[in-house]
């Protein structure tokens, strides 16, 4: 299957999930985040060695379907794979625990996953670090930088360009 084919039937499906969604803070339509991700998933292929961009393509654009829609973890693997249903669960904050342990607990699992879930998480923390929501405190801006470099910390390792990425974007984060 082409990689076109892939990027296509991935994103159909998310654009049905996430259809009534915008990006907080906006009235854009939340299926521009996921394919923010997408681009960046796509540089950073270009960059990088051994990489496998048609894995990564799809958690790229299906990494908050299992946290934000009422997809199944059974419609996830019956439609894209287990691998694929493996990666978006850990990068799926789990909602039973509390909250300040949620991404630590996310991070423990990515990294149990391949590098590409690596890189997805890296590259949905870029995305993410645009202006924030007006509505968000001074300790809410800093907290989700702060986030990010733990991200970083944590995520060292799994992909270089991404990495740099976001250093540069945690720098200028909130200015």
Partial sequence: MSIQTIYQKTIKFAAKK???????????????????VAMEIFIAFEKSKNFDLEF?????????????TDTTFEELENLFGIKTRQAVEALTKNAVINKSERMNDSLKRIRKQPNEVWAVKLADRITNLQTPPHYWSEE?????????????????GGNSYLEERLKEKIENYGR
């Fill in 18 to 36: 996430h259809a009534k969604q915008t990006i907080p803070g906006t009235d854009l339509p939340y299926l521009v985040h996921l394919s923010n």
């Fill in 56 to 68: 990564a393509i799809r958690i790229a654009l299906l990494h908050d379907t299992l946290e934000d």
């Fill in 140 to 156: 809410k801006i800093k907290n989700y930088k702060n986030e990010a470099i733990l991200i970083l910390k944590e995520l060292k």
